[in-house]
């Protein structure tokens, strides 16, 4: 088998298990009264997990000089760390002084280890794919590690091997004790990424021949269909088990874990390769793709104003989309829901399903639109969601909402990665792109802990009673935040210029006349 599809098949597994911190709008609240902490103090150990998260540019580095397996076995082992601590903060109780830091430290090691795996896996597989591909087997990265936070919700609130009882799981592995599901994560994510890590290869030294092209995309485009299908079923479960009936989820999750087993299928019928990575039957190389004169690395990267535009545009839509995200579990018992927790975790599936057929709609248009002009429609419908919220104080206002912000949040995760190669070289992308990833960092932890933190203090001085208005200040600051957004990737527009890469319109144009000879 050919080692790029092996490796890609590896991916996909280690992206399920690098978006786990971003399921903590589901549970958040089970953290809250288990420990019985105020909502800044939820805040905090919130946005550290975002935080750790979006401060990869070490591990973006390393990945870029040491390889992917090295990094996404580091991130294995924080990732274990961090979950462990979580376990032990819940198992000690309630009261303590010491918890609220320990597990605002472990839930950065959860982050910080999931960041790793993420920017190691996504370069690493660009580098597999030349510039036609390239945009669709980073849509198909993004897109399996928007599934990972749907997926383990989906097993957090699933019966596995429990009964029912007036629509509650009173046995099975879980039983709705959040402590015990940290216990299995530390577990469970360490061995599938360190398992991932072995199966990685370096990437080809050279790109496969046209012939080979054409059948590589076509396997990408199934590739991405599957997981287009996973992510409609976890849709489809959590939707039903939320709102119709409970106890479905003694079986629909054993069903879930059984649909993985199609992605060992991807390897499979490949060619066995050659010592450079491309496949053992080729004869032709690709033509060369339009890339940078030069690899500009991140000393001169910085110093440019294009870098510092992505950087805000990135950072706000992001720092914004996911604010949002995190909150939906205090959103939904602010506004008075009978039923918080399933009102929360629909949201997180239906942010993280719309962010991923967002992603994949980026990877497959990739190739006919710039860049630029795709990072212009993120800002907008991060504002159209703050409007929302700020309109409608019940349930539909958060549904609507989290259809909104999850393609904000999805979208820059695609055309950020490409953007910033097209711009600055694919070589040095995982570094460069750390930083851009920094300035999620820099608003989400701007907004969680400054704006929230401080508006929740002047409206309330017992959090856990905070109502709807403890929140419209948070919103009206993200609605102006997509705006500026909005305005600053138009002038990076204007001021980049970049036309469609001529070399990849010849590429495709080549690629479909053997797809219709075959």
């Not at 216990?183 to 290869?201: E, H, N, Q």
């Not at 009936?245 to 879930?256: A, E, F, Q, V």
């Not at 994949?360 to 630029?372: F, M, S």
Request: some cysteine.
């Amino acid at each position: 088998m050919d080692s790029k599809w092996v490796s890609l098949c590896a991916a996909v597994f280690a992206m399920l298990c690098a978006g786990t911190n971003f399921a903590f709008g589901a549970f958040g609240q089970k953290i809250k009264d288990h420990l019985q902490i105020s909502q800044g103090s939820l805040q905090l150990i919130s946005v550290l997990g975002n935080l750790g998260m979006w401060t990869n540019a070490v591990g973006g580095h390393l990945s870029d000089r040491f390889g992917a397996r090295v990094v996404m076995l580091a991130g294995a082992v924080l990732i274990g760390l961090g979950y462990l601590g979580m376990y032990l903060v819940l198992w000690s109780g309630e009261g303590k002084s010491w918890q609220v830091a320990v597990a605002a430290v472990s839930w950065f090691l959860v982050g910080h280890g999931s960041g790793w795996v993420f920017i190691s896996n996504l370069f690493a597989n660009a580098k597999r794919f030349d510039a036609y591909q390239r945009g669709l087997a980073v849509a198909l990265m993004g897109c399996c590690f928007s599934c990972s936070p749907m997926f383990w919700v989906a097993i957090l609130n699933g019966c596995l091997g429990g009964t029912f009882k007036n629509q509650q799981c009173t046995s099975g592995v879980f039983a709705g004790k959040i402590q015990d599901y940290f216990a299995f994560l530390a577990v469970v994510i360490p061995v599938i990424v360190a398992i991932a890590a072995s199966l990685t290869k370096p990437p080809p030294a050279a790109y496969s021949s046209i012939g080979n092209t054409a059948q590589a995309t076509r396997r990408l485009h199934l590739v991405l269909s599957g997981i287009l299908c996973f992510a409609v079923c976890i849709l489809v479960v959590t939707a039903y088990s939320t709102q119709v009936d409970t106890s479905i989820t003694k079986w629909t999750n054993w069903l879930l874990i059984a649909l993985l087993a199609m992605f060992l299928a991807v390897p499979c019928g490949t060619a066995a390769a050659g010592d450079d990575g491309a496949a053992a039957v080729d004869t032709i190389r690709a033509p060369p793709t339009a890339q940078p004169e030069t690899n500009i690395p991140s000393s001169r990267a910085v110093k440019t104003l294009r870098f510092w535009l992505i950087w805000l545009t990135f950072g706000s839509t992001v720092g914004g989309a996911v604010l949002i995200l995190n909150l939906f579990s205090q959103l939904a018992k602010s506004r008075g829901d009978a039923t918080p927790q399933k009102t929360a975790s629909l949201c997180v599936t239906l942010f993280a399903g719309c962010d991923i057929f967002s992603r994949a709609v980026a990877g497959l248009v990739g190739n006919r639109i710039t860049p630029t002009h795709m990072f212009m429609v993120p800002p907008v419908l991060l504002s159209l969601a703050s409007v929302v919220l700020l309109a409608d104080e019940g349930k539909t206002g958060l549904i609507v909402a989290s259809t909104l912000a999850g393609p904000a949040n999805g979208l820059n995760w695609i055309v950020g990665p490409v953007l910033v190669a097209r711009v600055f070289g694919i070589s040095v992308a995982g570094a460069n792109f750390g930083i851009i990833v920094f300035g999620a960092a820099t608003f989400a932890l701007l907004l969680s802990l400054g704006v929230v933190s401080l508006v929740i203090s002047q409206y309330s001085t017992d959090a856990s009673r905070c109502d709807v208005s403890c929140f419209q200040v948070t919103f009206v600051v993200t609605a102006a935040l997509g705006t500026a957004a909005a305005c600053l990737s138009f002038v990076l527009h204007h001021q980049l210029k970049l036309k469609r890469d001529t070399s990849t319109h010849r590429r495709e144009l080549e690629i479909q006349a053997i797809q219709r000879l075959d």
